[in-house]
């Protein structure tokens, strides 16, 4: 995990985003539909309804 860090780190906001955006569309793939549910609340914190029915429609 400390290696991912260190390189996420070295790259600017932007670009970390997007390829770890690649990555998870591929992990997601993977996984269940309440994982990657439970994976979203998890990285935007215990959200109201609103924020997390908006999250569905993404």
């Known amino acids: 995990m400390d290696e991912i860090q260190k390189i ?3 790259m600017g906001p932007e670009e970390a985003l997007t ?4 990555v998870l569309r591929e992990l997601f793939a993977q996984v269940s539909e ?5 994976f979203v609340v998890k990285l935007i914190g215990e959200a109201d309804t609103d924020k997390v029915t908006s ?4």
């Open 8 to 10: 996420i780190n070295q």
């Open 19 to 22: 390829r770890l955006g690649v």
């Open 34 to 38: 309440e994982l990657r549910q439970d």
């Open 55 to 58: 999250l569905v429609h993404l």
